[in-house]
C-alpha cells in the first residue's frame, strides 16, 4: 500500500546541518518532494527530485534519493532559526493524480 | 499571481451549524485538492477534483460533508451539521499536472472551531 515515513522530531543547534529523512512505499513514483509548513501558514513547496535522479542540490538544500530502499533525505546546511518548522516528504505514486504525505517531522533550531 | 486563495481564514461557530469553507486555485490548475489537518491525524486528503470532477472523495469523514467545484475557478467544503471533532486546520490546493510532475501549491488554510 501507499506510506510514506518521517520520524516525528530532529532537533539541531544553529550552524549544524540537519538532515530530514523519508521512506516510501510506491517505487513508481515519478517525483518526490519536500513541502515546509512554518506555524500558522500552509504548506510551502521546497523543493523535489525526479526519481532518476541521485541528488539536487538547490543552495543550502540537498536532497539525496536511494531508489533501491526507497529513501529521501533533505540536508539543511547552516541551520538558522527560520529553518524551525515542519518538513513534509511526499511521493506522486504513478498514474495517480495526487500525493501522499508523510506525517512530518518537526525541526527544533536552538541557539 | 496570487495563489490558492481560502476564506475564511478563521471560523468559530456552534455545534450544529452549517459551515462552508471556499476556495479559489491558481489560474491555468486543473485538480483541486482539499485537506484536513489535526495534531491527532496529521494532513488528511479529503477530496480532490480533475477538471472540475470529483475523482475521489475516499477520505471525506462522512455524509456530513460534502463538496463541489462547479467552475474551474471555485471550489467549497461544507459540513453540514458540524461538530467540535471537525475542528481543524482545512486546506485547499491547486495543482497541475505535467509531464508526471504533480506539483501542489496550498492555501493558507481555515482554522475552524466548532464549540
Known amino acids: 500500500g501507499e506510506d510514506v515515513e518521517q520520524s516525528l522530531f530532529l532537533s539541531v543547534r544553529e550552524g549544524d546541518s540537519s538532515v530530514i529523512n523519508c521512506t516510501y512505499t510506491d517505487s513508481s513514483s515519478t517525483y518526490l518532494y519536500w513541502y515546509k509548513q512554518e506555524p500558522g501558514a500552509g504548506l510551502q513547496l521546497l523543493t523535489y527530485i525526479f526519481s532518476n535522479m541521485d541528488m539536487k542540490q538547490d543552495q543550502r538544500l540537498t536532497v539525496l534519493l536511494n531508489k533501491k530502499d526507497k529513501h529521501l533525505s533533505l540536508r539543511i546546511a547552516d541551520t538558522q532559526t527560520g529553518d524551525s518548522a515542519i518538513y513534509f516528504c511526499?511521493?506522486?505514486?504513478?498514474?495517480?493524480?495526487?500525493?501522499?504525505f508523510g506525517a512530518g517531522t518537526r525541526l527544533a533550531v536552538h541557539p | 499571481d496570487a495563489g490558492v486563495i481560502q476564506s475564511p481564514r478563521h471560523e468559530v461557530t456552534e455545534m450544529g451549524q452549517e459551515v462552508t469553507l471556499r476556495c479559489k486555485p491558481i489560474?491555468?490548475?486543473?485538480?483541486l485538492f482539499w485537506y484536513r489537518q489535526t495534531m491527532m491525524r496529521g494532513l488528511e486528503l479529503l477530496i480532490y477534483?480533475?477538471?472540475?470532477?470529483?475523482?475521489?472523495d475516499s477520505g471525506m469523514p462522512e455524509d456530513r460533508f460534502s463538496a463541489k467545484m462547479p467552475n474551474a475557478s471555485f471550489s467549497t467544503l461544507k459540513i453540514q451539521p458540524s461538530e467540535p471533532r471537525d475542528s481543524a486546520v482545512y486546506f485547499c490546493?491547486?495543482?497541475?499536472?505535467?509531464?508526471?510532475?504533480?506539483?501542489?501549491?496550498f492555501g493558507p488554510g481555515t482554522r475552524l472551531l466548532v464549540l
Open positions: 511526499a511521493e506522486n505514486p504513478g498514474g495517480y493524480n495526487k500525493l501522499i
Open positions: 490546493a491547486s495543482s497541475l499536472m505535467a509531464g508526471g510532475k504533480e506539483t501542489q501549491y
Open positions: 489560474s491555468g490548475h486543473n485538480s
Open positions: 477534483f480533475n477538471n472540475n470532477v470529483p475523482i475521489d
